[in-house]
Each structure stands twice: as C-alpha cells, then as structure tokens.
C-alpha cells in the first residue's frame, strides 16, 4: 500500500485511487520564457518518480503537467527581444523538455498550453461569475475571497494574513483587498484573447484549475507541485475549482491528495539570482555534468525536505553510479528477473516515496552483490530498484568509458594561457568566460599553486 503525505490534510494517508483503472496526477509545469532552475528540475523528477510508481501499482496513470505559455514575464521577454511571444515559448519548452530528459524524466502523458485553452478558462471564469463568486470591474475579472469562507485551507493562512502580506498596492476597483485576477485586459500591442469582458488574457491560477479539469475531469486524484506554490496559486486554484463545480464546502471535490515538494537551497543559501547561486539544469548539462547524477542527487533528499545542491553531492552521486554500473557491466550477461524487489526498499518507496532509505538499500544490495556475484535475486532486486528509481538509463559501457575530447590539446593550452593573462590584468569576466567555454565543452580546469591543470569530464 502506497502512503503519501497529503497537505490538505497535514496526514500521511493510504492512497486509494477514484479510479482504479485510471490514476490521475497533475502538476503545475513551467512558465517558459528562460532556462528553468534546478527547483523546477526537482519537482518534474519528484512527479516522474511517483507516475513510476503509480505506473507499477495500477494499469492506467494519467500524468498532465501544464506550459503557462502566456504571462507578463513572457511578455516582458517578448518586448526586449522584439520577438512574438510564441518564439520565446516553443524555444524554451523544447529546452525544457530536453533538459529533463537528460535526467531521465520521461514527458508527461499530456502537457497542455495556456494559449490553447483560453476558451475552457473563459467558460470557467463566466460560471464564477454566474455563482457570484466573480465579479468584472474595469476590464478586469475578479474572483471574490469573502464569497468562499474556506479559502485557506491548504496554506493554513487567513485572508488577513494575505492582505497583510501583499507587498503590491491594492488596485482600487478590487472589492476586497484579497480578491485576485481571472481575466485582465490586454493593451493593443499585448497578446490578447477576445473575451465577454473585452480583449484580455488570463491570470495564471486560472489557467491550472481549466486545463486539470480539462483533461482529467474532477475529483483527479493528486495534485503536484512545488511548496512555494502552495499559497497564493494552489489556494487560488482550489477555490477557483470548488466554486465553479459547486461543492464549496468541500476542498478535496478538486484534487484528494495535495502532494508539495520542499525547498532547493544552493550551498545553504536560498537560491536567487542576486546572490549569484541561480542554477541552471541546463547549465550543469553543458559544463558536462551527467544527468543521471543529477537525479540521483536529487532523490538523496527526501521529497518533502529541503534539498540542499553542493557540487559535493552531484559528486558523491557520480561516484554512487560508477560503483553501480561497475556492478552492471560485470553482469551484462546475467538473467534479471523482473519484478523481483527488495522488501526493505519497496517499503520505503511506499512508504511517501521515501528515496534516502530506498537509496540505503540500493548500496546495501551493491554490497552484497559484489560479495556474491551469482546471487540472481539480489542482482535483480538491485537492477529493478534502480529501474524504478529512474537510473540505468545509460549506456555501461558508455557510461565507464574514459572520457575523451575532440579538442585540440594546443587549444586547450592555449585557452589556459590565456585565461592566466586575462587573470593577470584582473579581467576577471574574461577569466571567467574562458573557464566557462571550455566547461561547456567538457573541459573542466583544476587551479593549483604549480598551475592550471585539465581534465575531460
Ligand atoms: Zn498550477
């Protein structure tokens, strides 16, 4: 029996699908208009892990995680760049789709663009306002706090503890200072959609409630995403979704199980691009680190916890997989059972996807193997776990291979040199950007006080 920890309600509860026969999961995906952080990387990894294991407990899962393909951000980058929005949006959810695949997140069965629902969000947002929990003012469409006296639910926060942290000024057509947007309108110039309430877009928790129940239909059985879209955006999407389908008294008639996970710190500091520690998925990948030691990394840390991401830890888990693969190449030929599991590591996946614990067991089962190479069970409860873990995913032989350049030895040096000089003159953007070039073409420098050394990573 699957446990998973519920927000909703605070418990770790036995799931129990609606359906048997079709699981339904949703998760809030990306707002494509950069390269996304290392945060959005453990939140696709954290849903792909459980699709898998739902995947193995039912026969049908459904997973949809969204594209936000129109929003101010995107809009923004659009105007800088002087290109449609759809240029900047297709770019980078390819980027996006790549990336994750590179760390062995398979894509969602659907992931369905704002742009193209914005007729399901005009029909949900006139149903609101046929219940009178909406209201239109000065192009805008607002959704009325005080008309759901359970909003806040989720968060545990209070409509004045909202108010009281809304750092904007509130807008003088809003009736309640914690009223937030559905529709609002769009300047000629700005992407825009046709609506009962003049030429607009969409607000963003609208977008979520609409393309769930779009393509899941209501109650689906667990909604995703990250902790810090707890409040305002899931809170917004629960009162959006229990509203409009009539059962306002009831938070779980939108999704049953709210699963949230935790925080991603850089070098124990919060990451943030003032403080120079925003990290990119996509950056790792081109400095050559591996993807799969990406997500082993990333599931070292349970879900729920705050994952702290050290160049320590992408380190120790390259190693982890090296010991692995080094287990696999030596059995290539050996007779995997499938569906043989270790008691002790399908209890702790079961057990909230518990991925430290299961990890434990994983080296545990290494240990024995290297022990005793003929023991077929161990070998097959070592290869299915790692299986279901997302791992294995690359070559062995590929993957313990020494590595090798293409590039010329004299360029590397060369590069070296002139790294020093530009070091020399205190020019340290140039430094800098030499080090980094040379990163993205798997040539990783070693400063010591005899020099500059290289090495092909
Ligand atoms: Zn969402």
């Not at 992931?111 to 007729?119: G, L, N, Y």
């Amino acid at each position: 029996m699957l446990k998973l920890y519920n927000s909703l309600t605070r418990t770790k509860e036995d799931f129990v699908p609606i359906d048997p026969d079709n699981v339904r999961l949703y998760a809030c995906g990306p707002t494509v208009y950069d390269y996304a952080h290392i945060g959005n990387a453990r939140m696709a990894v954290v849903f792909d892990l459980l699709r898998t294991v739902l995947s193995g407990l039912y026969p049908n899962v459904t997973y949809v995680s969204n594209i936000t393909d129109i929003d101010d951000k995107i809009m923004k980058a659009a105007a800088e760049q002087g290109v449609p929005i759809k240029e900047i949006t297709e770019k980078y959810t390819q980027i996006y789709n790549e990336d994750l695949d590179a760390l062995g997140v398979e894509e969602p069965d659907i992931q369905p663009k704002a742009t193209e629902h914005v007729d399901d969000m005009i029909a949900y947002i006139e149903a609101l306002i046929a219940d009178n929990y909406a209201y239109e003012a000065e192009g805008h469409v607002l959704f009325h706090v005080p008309a759901f006296p359970k909003y806040g639910g989720l968060s545990g926060r209070s409509r004045d503890d909202q108010i009281a942290g809304a750092r904007v000024e509130v807008a003088p057509f809003k009736k309640d200072p914690a009223d937030f947007v559905l529709w609002k309108p769009s300047s000629d110039d700005q992407p825009g959609w046709d609506s009962p309430w003049g030429r607009g877009r969409p607000g963003w928790h609208i977008e979520c409630s609409a393309m769930s129940a779009q393509h899941l239909g209501l109650p689906f059985d667990i909604h995703g995403g990250g902790a810090d879209l707890k409040f305002p955006h899931h809170e917004n999407e629960i009162a959006q979704s229990v509203c409009a389908h009539g059962h306002p008294d009831d938070l779980s008639s939108f999704a049953k199980f709210w699963v949230h996970n935790g925080f991603l710190t850089v070098e124990g500091e919060k990451m943030s691009k003032s403080l120079g520690n925003f990290t990119l998925t996509h950056d790792l990948l081109e400095q050559g680190v591996e993807g799969e030691a990406i997500r082993l990394a990333m599931l070292s840390a349970h879900y729920r916890q705050p994952l702290d991401w050290t160049k320590d830890k992408v380190e120790q888990s390259k190693k982890t997989l090296d010991r692995f693969y080094g287990i696999l190449i030596s059995q290539l030929d050996a007779n995997v059972q499938p569906g043989v599991f270790s008691d002790d590591f399908l209890n702790a996946i079961y057990d909230d996807l518990n991925t430290p614990k299961a990890i434990a067991e994983l080296h545990a089962l290494a240990k024995d193997i290297e022990k005793d190479p003929d023991d077929i069970e161990g070998l097959s409860a070592f290869v299915n776990g790692g299986l279901l873990l997302g791992l294995f995913y690359n070559d062995p032989e590929e993957w313990l291979a020494p590595k090798e350049t293409t590039l010329d030895e004299a360029y590397i040096l060369e590069q070296i040199a002139a790294r020093q000089s530009a070091k020399d003159k205190k020019d340290f953007t140039l430094s800098d950007k030499i080090r980094d070039d040379l990163a993205a073409q798997g040539i990783v420098l070693k400063d010591s006080p005899d020099g500059t050394s290289w090495s092909v990573e």
